[in-house]
Each structure stands twice: as C-alpha cells, then as structure tokens.
T-cell receptor, first 118, second 114 residues
C-alpha cells in the first residue's frame, strides 16, 4: 500500500490565483514529518516547506502554506498568487518516526503537475 | 539554499558494464541518500548512509549496488553489473541529521543502460 498518495495528476490555474494540492499519508507512528518538494522542468528538486506532526500550527513559507488536517492524515499545499514560474511537478513526502521506517527514508507521492497559465 | 552536486549529469552505458555515480553533498551534512526515479514515476528510496555505513536500504537496492564515501570525498553509488531496468534518474540527497532536518537534493544523474 502506498504510504503517500497524491490523487491529482495535473492542475491548471490562471496566474495570480490560489491553488491547493492534495496529499494524504499513512503511518502508524505518532510522530512524523511531512515535506513538499517541487521538481522543475530541468529536473531540479527543490525543498519548499515542511510540517512536523506534533505542531498544530500550519506552516507558512513565502507564498506557500500548508493545510494540515491530522485526523484525516492530510497535508495540502496551498500556493497563493501563483506565478508562471510555479509551473512544476509538486511532490509530497513523509518521513516516519521511531516506530516506522526511520533513519531518514522519505516516502514520496506520485506528484501533481501544476500548470500556471498567463 | 544548500547545493548538492552530482556528476555526471548523463551516463550511457552498455548492459553488464559498471557505472559509478558521484555526489558532492552539502559540506556540513552528515547523512546521505540515494533515490531512484524512473521516467514519469515517483522517487523511490534506495539507501541511506552515515559514518561510513549503510544505515537502511530498500528492496530496490540490489546486490549489484554499493555505496561509499572514502575519506570525505564524493558519496558514490556503484552498480556492477548494470541491467536494463537500472535505467532511471538517480538523485543524491543529504541532510544535517536523519531525524528532523529536511533533505536537499542534487540535480540527478540520468543513467541509460543499453
């Protein structure tokens, strides 16, 4: 079974609008870490934002923010005021805590392609 | 942000040959990782490495794979012998620690096995 699931294959939005990308995860650990990365057209993978499971406040970095719904095992990525250069594939990833696959292994989702249209 | 470098960017070899993929991790990072991404698919964990030892490996890390970082030089992934199914992009990553810190990824090496 997939530990990280991204059901949206591709999303198109108009520039300067807000987009939300979904991600659900599966773990038995009480402590875990969630990350969002983006992969540009050149293949470069860029770290964007993280959420630690024990933190109740949603993380925010620049125009990226997270919608962490722990009871639903959901960690959505919200991009406000989208720009053309936000066009990329966005990956959700999870690192489990002590009881699971520890030592830093990241479980990635399949990715969501974001297309920002002028 | 912190940069991880990978050499080469592309490598084409014949099946059965040996290949070594090189990674120059972020200078103060202590934990190193390899991930494999087949075209159009998600990244899959291969192995992580700390203090000269493999800490964890996945089922994708076949017996033909090995990793090392001799004397603080490149962190390498060696495949010997290569197989057709090894064709993929291999990403190296490093982190300051294994627990909390995020991993930073290199640009990847595209390996094509003919």
């Amino acid at each position: 079974a997939q530990k990280v699931t991204q059901t949206q294959t591709s999303i198109s939005v108009v520039e300067k609008t807000t987009v939300t990308m979904d991600c659900v995860y599966e773990t038995r650990d009480s402590s875990y870490f969630l990350f969002w990365y983006k992969q540009t057209a050149s293949g470069e993978i860029v770290f964007l934002i993280r959420q630690d499971s024990y933190k109740k406040e949603n993380a925010t970095v620049g125009h990226y923010s997270l919608n962490f719904q722990k009871p639903k095992s959901s960690i959505g990525l919200i991009i406000t005021a989208t720009q053309i250069e936000d066009s990329a594939v966005y990956f959700c990833a999870m690192r489990e805590g002590e009881g699971g696959s520890a030592l830093g292994r990241l479980h990635f989702g399949a990715g969501t392609q974001l297309i920002v249209i002028p | 942000g912190p940069k991880v470098l990978q050499i080469p960017s592309h490598q084409i070899i014949d099946m059965g040959q040996m290949v070594t993929l090189n990674c120059d991790p972020v200078s103060n990072h202590l934990y190193f990782y390899w991930y494999k991404q087949i075209l159009g698919q998600q990244m899959e964990f291969l192995v992580n490495f700390y203090n000269g030892k493999v800490m964890e490996k996945s089922k994708l890390f076949k017996d033909q794979f090995s990793v090392e970082r001799p004397d603080g030089s490149y962190f390498t992934l060696k495949i010997q012998p290569t197989a057709l199914e090894d064709s993929a992009v291999y990403f190296c990553a490093s982190s300051r620690d294994w627990g909390v810190a995020e991993q930073f990824f290199g640009p990847g090496t595209r390996l094509t096995v003919l």
